[in-house]
């Protein structure tokens, strides 16, 4: 192995309060205990003629321009971004390296962000002449359109010196910092909040609230789609909003046919890249939109018009400190008796890329009738994620090329393929007319989940009533009871405590736990009946305590 030691010099340093996008992150990444999902990796080939000291140069205007790459972050309550003027960043040189391995050296463990620049490289060689470079990066200095814009750059200064200058400065993450600092931003973000209240007060806590499918793991599969591109530009121009809007949509109008939820959501991830300036920002500022959808009995053109306004609805309140949604989260959900899953997450990832025409014209049916045939899934290397669905656009141009990561309990890997075939299907049948959502499940072949007896729909969310008591024998010793009366989910119990007791309980059991919410009320009695499974011989026992449980019920 050999090394490139990389000199770099910036223009400015300083330190500031960490920015939305990074104290975002390092929420997440203080929690997670996946496989390295907090590092992007992309791979640069190194043009013919492209010696090392090419790399070195192009690497030091890289981290000269970007001060992101240059910055380290102390976590805490009061967490601190620092930016350095000058240093030494190492790239390793590996002859004969395949890009696997390349990834593997440099994103194999995760980054000490509070000490290691963000930026790790490592650069194959063929016959000691360099063949391709590999930048990893950690989520605090960069999300996936910033690692494009890097790749990019990068790969421009390679092909030709005259762009290797830093050029005029753009905004950086400490000027994204003062800028939310301020009370305009602040109202915002504010208002954020009071959005995602709003929302998680009505939409189901997971979409995929039903019983497994298949055993534990994890699949994700991909689709090349030339069908899907030749149709998709009518179908933005018809419906006037995006290709990301037009997927995001089909995908919403699969998991809502397939779960069986006519009211939905899913986790939109926002570039966050609106305000000026701000679409050549290199930098993690991308946040979750929270975006709601419903099922209605009309046309799929229909459901993409109603999610384009959801999207827009939610990306407006799309920055946020995540560090105050929690009390947030955890104040509905003693409300409600539900705990927001997060288990359906829409990304995409290729929303920059310059080959997403529009054109009202409809497309050649016959030419998309032949480019059927050229359809080609594939299965991809799966990272573990803490979600059951993550649909990803990775283009949307002549090709349409989507990825579906899947829990395998919820999206055996039959129907996260099967999915992905029914986006293209949805595309390719709304090329002659606005398609029913009716005729859904036939054209695609997805059909709702049978979810058999036991399970009641409550508060926009599918119940299963024997997971709710296996939920309450966990939490309370002594004998339990839930039964469904009059349209709530009430539990006796035997224990001595209160229904705060129990309910707070509870709530803390109910991560994870799709199938399972809260009951409704809570009934201390002195004693269990003889018969467990009798609701009105646990009515008759003596009542020690009664009711919801709720913080506003003891207020």
């Known amino acids: 192995m050999g090394q490139l030691e990389v000199e770099f010099t910036g223009s400015r340093e300083g330190s500031t309060p960490v920015t939305l996008g990074q104290a975002n992150v390092l929420e997440w990444i203080g929690e997670q205990e996946q496989e390295r999902s ?60 395949t890009e696997p391995a390349l990834r593997e050296r440099i994103a194999g463990t995760r980054f000490d962000f509070g000490r290691d620049l963000p930026l790790r490289v490592a650069i194959s060689t063929r016959d000691g002449s360099p063949h391709v470079v590999a930048l990893a990066l950690s989520h605090l200095a960069a999300d996936f359109a910033s690692m494009e814009l890097l790749a990019g750059q990068f790969g421009q200064m390679l092909e030709d010196p005259a762009a290797r200058t830093v050029g005029t400065p753009a905004v950086q993450p400490l000027d994204q910092a003062e800028h939310e600092s301020q009370s305009p931003a602040r109202r915002r973000a504010e208002s954020a909040l009071r959005f995602w209240e709003t929302q998680l007060r009505r939409m189901p806590q997971a979409m995929f609230s039903h019983p497994p499918l298949g055993p534990a793991g994890c699949r994700e599969g991909y689709l090349k789609s030339r069908a899907a591109g030749l149709v998709l530009p009518s179908l933005v121009a018809r419906t006037g909003v995006s290709h990301s809007t037009v997927l995001l949509a089909l995908a919403a109008t699969l998991l809502a046919v397939r779960t069986g939820n006519p009211l939905g959501a899913l986790v939109s991830i926002c570039g966050n890249r609106f305000r000026p300036g701000m679409a050549s920002y290199v930098g993690t500022i991308a946040q979750d939109a929270l975006v709601p959808f419903e099922l209605s009995s009309s046309t799929v053109d229909d459901v993409v018009r109603g999610v384009r306004l959801a999207t827009m609805n939610a990306y407006r309140y799309s920055q946020f400190d995540a560090r105050k949604l929690w009390p947030v989260m955890d104040a509905v959900a003693d409300e409600r008796g539900t705990r927001f899953q997060r288990d359906c997450v829409f990304n995409d990832v290729g929303a920059h890329q310059e080959d997403r025409v529009i054109d009202p014209a409809p497309p050649n049916l016959g030419e998309v009738a032949g480019a059927l045939a050229d359809t080609a899934f594939q299965w991809l290397p799966a990272t573990s994620y803490p979600v059951a669905c993550y649909f990803t656009v990775i283009r949307a141009g002549r090709e349409v090329e989507l990825a579906l990561y899947g829990d395998t309990r919820y999206l055996p890997e039959p129907d996260i393929e099967a999915f992905l075939r029914g986006v293209e299907a949805l595309v390719v049948a709304s090329a002659e007319r606005p398609v029913p959502v009716a005729e859904v499940a036939v054209l695609t072949g997805i059909s709702p989940i049978e979810r058999g007896a036991g399970w009641v729909y409550r508060d926009a969310c599918w119940v ?65 009946p003889t018969d467990l499974t009798d609701q009105a011989a646990w009515a008759a026992q003596p009542v020690v305590a009664a009711g919801t449980g709720r913080s506003a019920e003891i207020a």
């Not at 090419?54 to 000269?64: F, H, P």
């Not at 790459?69 to 620092?82: F, I, M, N, S």
């Not at 469904?484 to 001595?496: M, N, S």
């Open 38 to 97: 907090d590092i992007l990796c992309r791979f640069v080939p190194v043009p013919d003629g492209c010696g090392l000291e090419d790399i070195r140069e192009s690497l030091a205007v890289l981290l000269a321009r970007h001060e992101s790459l240059r910055t380290t972050v102390q976590p805490g309550p009061e967490a601190v971004q620092t930016v350095v003027s000058e240093g030494t960043l190492v790239a390793e040189i590996h002859e004969g390296d």
């Open 464 to 528: 299963e009533i024997a997971a709710v008591q296996l939920l309450l024998d966990e939490v309370v010793d002594g004998p339990a009871r839930v039964f469904d009366h009059d349209g709530e989910l009430v539990a006796y119990v035997t224990e001595p405590v209160t229904p705060r007791e129990v309910h707070v309980r509870c709530l803390a059991a109910l991560p994870g736990r799709y199938t399972t919410v809260a009951p409704s009320r809570y009934v201390v009695v002195s004693c269990a």
